[in-house]
């Protein structure tokens, strides 16, 4: 049990790890891990059946296990209680249970879990009217029912927020990705957890869905019971618990001037990504969802650089097949038109898992069986995907990138698994455009080293620079501790960047840059020197670097990058650009006093 340092009306300041930009202020719904919490997520009109599959299939799977138990139960002689497990049995069967929920999903279009909740909350009303008190117990019965179908349903999700109010700032120890997806954009208006990075996963999602989130702020679940007021500060990572009206005035501007700043920052989604001496980069977007498509049209990308397919398998009990694949990709790219969209291939593992895949418990899941690995592993599940991806391509363009390739062996591998994919859509007479652009990631030191091999053999490259700094430098993106050491302009860093943008070069081919850096534009004019094609970014940030890319040249990019070559360490680097920075765009950029 952690202790309570605050007492809940004095203001309390924490300093942690912004990590998605904005000022909100709301009231804390404090999770934890301890207690089933739900969130209700709408869905679309198509989801419905899928939701209703992932029901039924929850209830079999609680069923199957129920039915385990009791055999357990019997074998140890303990016959008399099986009658608890037969009346849950029943209860799975219960027509108003099952009615209710699925006509909730039809009829509210809501997630299963929020369906169920409401459910539950409708069943017990009515026995809570009723005399009897054996009867009135039975409502137990119910409840666990179906708190064990709601955990077959999350796997090993979150659950959600119980009666979630307007406004809500989820505070949490942790919040893995499946969980931050999941979340009711309508209703949780920020973020602030206990542990976490500047790249951990959780991170981008909510810098994607526009969610102000501050993490690492090591025990801010400590100081907060749930239902206070709080504030979130996402640019300067700073959290504010139980504010004086003072503070809170003065937050009430601050978010005031964001807005503002933000507003006026939107006039640049428009324009083109220029330099004013005519140097064009093509600027697109990274999403998770598909649900990100009207912002990456409204911020002004042209396409989708990156589309984490892996969201696709978080949150459910089944895998996605075929025509699951070749229905979400086709509306991907109908609706980016006339622009192009990256699909990146599953990315499982890390700090990405899916409840349903079983990935071995592995000591350090970054460098185990992640991403192309799992899917050289487990081929049937990725050939699923290859098949949607060129089904899909009948229909826009689309464009295939392989995550985490450590060497040219495991390209020619994949490129056999394509060419079977393409092979089978053939036999079955399916159409499909055969000449779809093929990239790779590249976010292993090997692959950076190995740039001019891996040149040859693809039409594209794009850098991952969270993983490419992760694993140059040896510290996990997720952790908080080593998140000092993350050093985007360490010279090593650099050094990677420009030997890969040089070897695609060399090959003709492009090269952007999809991780958490192409974003900042504090780096923008670095990746102008280095004669980067391709940024993609999350959405948002887009205008932003546009700004930077229209008050500059080419040259100005050239002379800079000359002077980043130079120096030793990150520091030094830093500090050299953020000058370079405040003094070129003194509205944007805070020059480091040091
Ligand atoms: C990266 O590693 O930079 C990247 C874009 O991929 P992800 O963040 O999904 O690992
Ligand atoms: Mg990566």
Redesign the pocket.
Known sequence: MKKRTQSASEEKILKGIGVSPGIVIGKVALLERERTTFIPRKIIAGQVSSEIRRFEEAIETSKKQLEEIKQRVFAKGFRQYSYILDVHLRVMEDRMLHGETITMIREKLVNTEWALKATLDKISEAFDAIEDEYLKERKEDIRHVVERIQNNLMGEGLGTIEDLEEETIVVAHDLSPADTIQLNLQKVIGIATDVGGK?S?TA?VSRSLEIPAVVGLAEVTSYVTGGETIIIDGGEGIVIVAPSPATKKTYQLKQRHYRYLERELLKYSTLRAETQDGHYLTLQANIEILEEIPSVIQYGAEGIG?Y?TEYLYLNRKTIPDEEEHFQLYKRLVEEIAPYSATIRTI?LGGDKFASHIELAEQMNPAMGLRAIRFCLMEQDIFKAQLRGILRASAYGQVKILL?MISGVEELREVKAIWDDAKDELASRGVEFKDDIPLGV?I?IPSAAITADILAREVDFFSI????LIQYSLAIDRTNQYVSYLYEPLHPAIVRHIKGVVDCAHKAGIEVGI??EMAADPLYTLIFLGLGLDELSMHPMAIPRIKKVLRRSTRTDGEHLLKEVLQFSTARETEYFIRKEMAERFPEDFIQCME
């Open positions: 790249t996963h981008i990156l984490r990315d995550p990631m976010e991952g620079t969270n993983d999809c991780g």
